[in-house]
Structures are given as structure tokens and as C-alpha cells.
């Protein structure tokens, strides 16, 4: 019942917050309701973007992984630090320039209006199927296990996750389709400080009953006792093969990071672009802490709790071990807060491409007036939409037989690396076309299907390391044989936000890369490990 009650006192005590931050915020034009009302500061666009990315699917996924395997999966928190960096200083600059609102909205201005279209459906139906379904999912398997919800109910277990899906579904949906992105901003910030002390507490704990009461004890444990799962140098069998940081994994970090709409609409909601470098290198920061919640619990779990069937279920089990039961409620808000977060910002940005860049365009196509009320109604009806389908779907991930967090980033590989290739030679070159984009997107494809139709045994991310140069090239030899005619130059906007860069850009920047290179180098054999 303390759990309970601690659980909805600090749910109810982030809501309160945020409603009395957000209170008289203009959610009635375009800018005010899908971008904040360009108006985000760094600390808050730092915090969206931490809770945003990370939520249940990573916390139980990467962990079950580092269970399962090593340490090899720490790639995708350092590895997006390294992309951060480059988001700051390379791509955040040109987006807030341009003025943009979505992706797909460069991409019309760059190209056609075809290509926005494609994109824009490739975001949404990927949204619907892939990530919106699996966030639930694994929100679900967390809060059946920290609360026995299924025993109290008596249902039997897909009930119970279809149950505790449609509940958390609901309450995203409420931040998400009620006060737009600065309600979701906000609330991510709040429940990002708790997910922080939280999650930073669960290793603690952990090395502290694996030490019998002494963290240095529990900590030589990890190092005496099967020092090789915490070599994060993989080989090709493991996860993430080393070989692959360079290459297809950080083409994959690149199009999350710099090209996701999910992830880049709250730095264009920046009020100007020093407080968007601060953001995401603040962020990138962040990302740097992120092994220490997301995969050295996975270690510490296997050797605290053995011989688990699934690895998925570690980070639950060891929560469950090690958490006093008066903390469980927090615990429990500030993951539920982590879930919302990346539930209510994926749902925010498929109604933000749906309304202004599928619906829109439609309206003033057929000479109706595309007015703010009536886009930002139905960018409302779709995220009610968009939550009943994925209540639906969510509890059917159940049967698949691969990880979760393996699942998503796979699935995501149909879309990634193309869309990273189109937006990259958009920006650098000036005579691409919209026939050379299209190209490189059907080979990508083509060519990925087949690798899920043959599964090779090669890492998806080699195929995605091995494609993305080759979109490229694509693009660049259909350009030479018919350039655009007239060469595409960057067009600012009306009202352009101030474009005076953060003067510590660089500083932070090469600190972040630092701290990159230490964590190879300490795990692995020619640092702390020795087997």
C-alpha cells in the first residue's frame, strides 16, 4: 500500500508541476502547440531529449543484453554522446537556420513534395508498429513485476500487460494530445531529475548486497568473477562487434540523433541556437552516465540472480532484489515517468508529421484554408488514433522470440540509414535530386528486406555500415548525370530564432570525446581487465 501511495504522490506531484509551468502556455497556433512556442531552454531540451530516448525498452533490453552477453551494447549510450557532439555543432545549426518544423519539412523545401510524403509515412507507420507498441510493452513487463498485477487481478498475463498498457497509454496520451510539447518538455525534465537518482541508485544497491554491505567488495566481485562481461571491445559474435562503432553504428546514432523527428523536435523548439548547443551537449553529457543504469545492472544481475530463461527479465528481477519496498513506489513513478516520456513524445511527433505535413498539404491542395485550429484538431484526433492502435498492438510483442531492444533497432534499420544519406547529401551538396533521394531509399529497401528474408550471419549493423555509402553514392552519381538545374540554397525564414552559438561549444564538445575513448580503454584488456 506505501509503494502505492508513494507511486502516485510523486506521478501526481510531476503532473501538478507541470501543469502550473506550462499554465498559459498559447497551445492555439502551430509553433505555441507542436514546438513549444519556440521558446525551450537548454535544461529543459536536455532533459526531453535524455527521457525521450530513454525509457522502459532501453532500461530492459540493453541490461538483458549486458545479462546475456557483455558489455558491448554500452556503444549505443557512449557512441551517442560522440553523435550529439556532432548534432550541436554540424546539423543544429542549418535545421534552426532553415527554420524548420519537422524533417519532412526540410526535405520538401530540399527536394519535392513527394519525398515529404514518403518520409512522413515512413515515420508514422514505423511509429504505429515498431516503437510506439514496444515502449508499452516493455512499461508493461516492468510494472507487472515491481507490483504483481497480475496476481492481485487474477487475470492471466496477456490480460494483464494489455491492461497496464492501456493504462499507461491513456495517461501519455493525456500530456501528449492535451498541452502539446512544452507539457511534454517539462514533464520530461522533472521525471528525468528522478530517473537520474533512481536509476544511479539501482547498481548501488546492487553492488552493495553483491559486496555483503562494501560497493569496493561488490565492485572486485564484478572483476575477479567473469571480468570478460565487462569487456565493452566485442568481437563479431557479440551484440555490438567493435567494427561496427564506426561504421553502421554510428550511421544508426546519426540518423536517431540528428534526423529522428522524435528526438529533434524539441531543439527546434529552442528560443535560440546557444540554448540548443547547450541542450544537446548537456545531453550528450548525460549520455555518458547512461551504461552506469542501462547496462552494468545486466552484469551485477548475473551474478545476483543466475540462470535466468530470458534476459529481458533481469532489470526487473534485480529491482525487485535490492530496492528497499518503501522506494518501490518512486521508483515505480520515475519509471512510469521515463515510459510516458518516450510514449508521449513519439506520439506528439507522428500527430506534429501527420497535421503539418500529410494533412496540411492536403487541405491546401484542395484550396481549403489549412487555419491553425483545424490542423492542430486533427493532429489531436490522431493522437488519440495513433494510442488506441498501439494499446492493440503492444501486447502481441509478447511473442516475439528476440530481445526487445534488438527487435526495435533492427526494425528501425529499414528506414535509418536512407533517410540519414537523403537529409546528409541534402545539406552538403546543392544540385542533388529528388529522383537520385528516391533511388537510394528503394535500394536501401530492397536490399535490407532481403537481409531479414536471408538472415545472414552478419551483425544488421555491418549491413547498415555497408549501405549507407553506397545510398550515397547512389545519389551522387544519379546527380552527375542529371544535376538539378537550379542550385539549392538554404532560405531563412520570417522570423529565424538568434543564431549567436554557446561560446563553451567546444569545450564541452572535446570533453565528451574524451570520456568516449576512457571507456574503451578502461574495459577492456588493455585497461582494467586482465583474463
Given at each position: 500500500m506505501f509503494a502505492l501511495i508513494s507511486f502516485l504522490f510523486f506521478t501526481l506531484l510531476v503532473a501538478f508541476f507541470s501543469y502550473r509551468i506550462c499554465k498559459g502556455e498559447d497551445t492555439k497556433t502551430n509553433d505555441g502547440y507542436f514546438l513549444g512556442g519556440r521558446d525551450l531552454s537548454g535544461i529543459f531540451i536536455a532533459g526531453s531529449l535524455m527521457l525521450t530516448n530513454l525509457s522502459s525498452e532501453q532500461i530492459i533490453g540493453q541490461n538483458g543484453i549486458s545479462y546475456s552477453g557483455t558489455i558491448t551494447v554500452i556503444a549505443y549510450e557512449i557512441g551517442a554522446a560522440i553523435t550529439l557532439v556532432l548534432f550541436a555543432l554540424v546539423f543544429l545549426p542549418k535545421y534552426l537556420?532553415?527554420?524548420?518544423?519537422t524533417v519532412p519539412d526540410f526535405l520538401e523545401e530540399r527536394f519535392d513534395c513527394g519525398l515529404r510524403k514518403i518520409i512522413s509515412i515512413v515515420f508514422v507507420v514505423s511509429y504505429i508498429l515498431t516503437y510506439l507498441p514496444t515502449v508499452l510493452y516493455s512499461g508493461a513487463i516492468v510494472f507487472n513485476q515491481l507490483f504483481n498485477i497480475q496476481e492481485i487481478t487474477g487475470l492471466n498475463y496477456f490480460a494483464t500487460i494489455a491492461l497496464i498498457v492501456a493504462v499507461i497509454a491513456i495517461v501519455g496520451a493525456i500530456y501528449a494530445v492535451k498541452g502539446g510539447l512544452k507539457a511534454v518538455a517539462v514533464s520530461d525534465t522533472l521525471n528525468g531529475a528522478g530517473l537520474l537518482i533512481g536509476g544511479l541508485l539501482i547498481p548501488i544497491l546492487a553492488l552493495l548486497k553483491l559486496g555483503h554491505g562494501n560497493i569496493a567488495?561488490?565492485?572486485?566481485?564484478?572483476?575477479?568473477?567473469?571480468?570478460?562481461?565487462?569487456?565493452?571491445?566485442?568481437?563479431?559474435?557479440s551484440a555490438v562487434p567493435f567494427a561496427v562503432i564506426f561504421t553502421g553504428m554510428l550511421f544508426n546514432n546519426l540518423y536517431y540523433w540528428c534526423t529522428n523527428q522524435m528526438i529533434i523536435q524539441r531543439t527546434f523548439a529552442a528560443k535560440n541556437l546557444k540554448e540548443g548547443q547547450k541542450g544537446v551537449l548537456y545531453a550528450g553529457c548525460l549520455?555518458?552516465?547512461?551504461?552506469?543504469?542501462?547496462?552494468?545492472?545486466?552484469?551485477i544481475a548475473f551474478h545476483l540472480i543466475p540462470g535466468l530463461s530470458n534476459g529481458d527479465?533481469?532489470?526487473?528481477?534485480?529491482?525487485s532484489l535490492v530496492l528497499p519496498k518503501p522506494m518501490v513506489g518512486f521508483f515505480a513513478a520515475v519509471l512510469f515517468g521515463a515510459i510516458l516520456s518516450s510514449f508521449n513524445s513519439a506520439l506528439n511527433s507522428t500527430s506534429t508529421i501527420f497535421a503539418l505535413n500529410l494533412?496540411?498539404?492536403r487541405l491546401e491542395k484542395k484550396g481549403e484554408v489549412a487555419s491553425d485550429e483545424k490542423v492542430i484538431k486533427m493532429g489531436k484526433r490522431v493522437g488519440i488514433a495513433l494510442t488506441v492502435v498501439s494499446i492493440c498492438v503492444a501486447p502481441f510483442i509478447m511473442y516475439f522470440k528476440g530481445g526487445l531492444y534488438g527487435f526495435l533497432q533492427e526494425m528501425n534499420g529499414f528506414y535509418s540509414a536512407p533517410l540519414f544519406a537523403v537529409v546528409l547529401v541534402g545539406f552538403f551538396t546543392k544540385r542533388a535530386t529528388a529522383k537520385a533521394a528516391k533511388a537510394a531509399m528503394l535500394v536501401h529497401i530492397v536490399f535490407y528486406g532481403l537481409y531479414e528474408i536471408i538472415k545472414p550471419d552478419m551483425n544488421f549493423l555491418h549491413i547498415l555500415g555497408i549501405m549507407l555509402p553506397i545510398e550515397i553514392?547512389?545519389?551522387?552519381?544519379m546527380t552527375k548525370r542529371n544535376p538539378r538545374p537550379i542550385p539549392y540554397t538554404f532560405k531563412r525564414k520570417e522570423a529565424p530564432v538568434e543564431m549567436t552559438p554557446w561560446k563553451y561549444r567546444y569545450h564541452l564538445s572535446t570533453l565528451i570525446c574524451v570520456v568516449f575513448v576512457l571507456y574503451y580503454v578502461l574495459f577492456s584488456r588493455i585497461g582494467l581487465l586482465h583474463y
Open positions: 537556420r532553415a527554420g524548420i518544423t567488495t561488490g565492485v572486485t566481485e564484478l572483476f575477479v568473477n567473469h571480468p570478460e562481461k565487462l569487456n565493452a571491445v566485442g568481437d563479431k559474435h549520455k555518458l552516465l547512461g551504461p552506469f543504469i542501462l547496462v552494468f545492472p545486466g552484469v527479465l533481469a532489470y526487473p528481477a534485480l529491482v494533412y496540411k498539404p553514392l547512389v545519389m551522387v552519381w
